[in-house]
Every structure is written in structure tokens, then in C-alpha cells.
């Protein structure tokens, strides 16, 4: 009996003395999503890899305005929104104690503004975004003037891209000859 009482004594205690000393938790503990919403872009990247639909995002085109919403009483902390975010707006950390009284407590949400297309006048994309890709594009190595160039590109919705594309403004659309035998 002395034998055991001395080898409980060498193991040391097998429980750890939270609620009363903070628990430490292990590197790469996936705890709380942290959200920064001066480093988000509004993509929806996020809210589409949320496999338990606890990110969302809504467009409300009347008030030029787009919310993003993390509800934390649906998230499973799988880590899915931070591995596809392009600008680190939303990580993982290790708090874990999530209880609060007030079930609003549980909501986080960010407003962001919308861009209108230069050429039809309705929303598609937040002004963050547009800036992201521009500033990209001057990282990347092309100079201000280009990138600033390119500006209306970036401003335009993708349904008049796609319409002033077709619209062949003179030039000879290829795919029509390149099937047509010379004579």
C-alpha cells in the first residue's frame, strides 16, 4: 500500500486547476474566430467555406450596403474561413470561453459600403475590394499610372464586362473567319 501511495505522489496530479489558474492551451488550438473588419474586403469567401452556415453575408442594394455576420452559437471551429481568407481578416484564437447572457452577445457583424458599375449604375462589389486588387496589382510590380488605368475595368459589373465584349466596336471577331476555308 506504502508502494502506491509513493508512485501517486512521483505522477504529480492528472488534473489541471482551471476555473481557478487559466488553462493553456496547445499551439494551433482552434478557439474563437477573431474578426478585423478594417482588413476585410467583403468577398463572401468566408461565408461560402462555412460548412455549419455560421457566416453570412447580405446585400441590401436600396442601402448600397453589404453586412457580414458571424454568429457564434452555429460556428464548430473548423478553421475553414480563416484558411480561405485572402487578407487575414478573420483567424482562429484561443479564447474558448464563450458563455454570455445575452444571446445578441453572440452575433459580430461588420457594414460595408457598395460600388456602383460605371456603366448601368447598380451595385456588384465593395469599394475594399476594388481598392484590394488595384493595390495588388501596384505590388505586384505594375506602375500607379497603369494600375489607376485600369480602373474602370475594375469598377465595371461583370454583366456589362460581358456585353461591351461582345460588342466587337469595329474590330473583326476571329471566331467567325477561323473556320472559313481561302479561296
Not at 143 to 161: G, H, I, L, N, Y
Request: proline fraction near 5%; include cysteine; glycine fraction near 6%.
Amino acid at each position: 500500500m506504502l508502494k502506491l501511495f509513493k508512485t501517486i505522489l512521483k505522477a504529480g496530479e492528472a488534473t489541471v486547476k482551471y476555473p481557478f489558474k487559466p488553462l493553456d492551451v496547445t499551439p494551433g488550438f482552434r478557439g474563437k474566430p477573431e474578426y478585423d473588419a478594417r482588413q476585410c474586403i467583403a468577398c463572401g469567401a468566408c461565408t461560402v467555406a462555412c460548412p455549419a452556415n455560421a457566416l453570412t453575408m447580405e446585400t441590401d442594394e436600396a442601402a448600397g450596403s453589404r453586412t457580414w455576420q458571424l454568429f457564434l452559437g452555429r460556428c464548430i471551429f473548423c478553421g475553414r474561413c480563416e484558411e480561405v481568407c485572402p487578407t487575414r481578416a478573420i483567424v482562429l484564437s484561443e479564447e474558448f470561453e464563450l458563455a454570455v447572457t445575452n444571446k445578441p452577445d453572440l452575433y459580430t457583424r461588420a457594414t460595408f459600403t457598395l460600388l456602383n458599375c460605371r456603366t448601368c449604375g447598380q451595385p456588384f462589389t465593395t469599394d475594399k475590394s476594388v481598392a484590394y486588387a488595384m493595390a495588388l496589382l501596384a505590388h505586384s510590380g505594375v506602375d500607379e499610372a497603369s494600375v489607376e488605368a485600369m480602373r474602370p475595368q475594375f469598377e465595371t459589373c461583370p454583366d456589362c464586362k460581358r456585353k461591351d465584349n461582345l460588342h466587337h466596336h469595329g474590330r473583326m471577331n476571329l471566331s467567325y473567319h477561323v473556320g472559313e476555308k481561302r479561296q
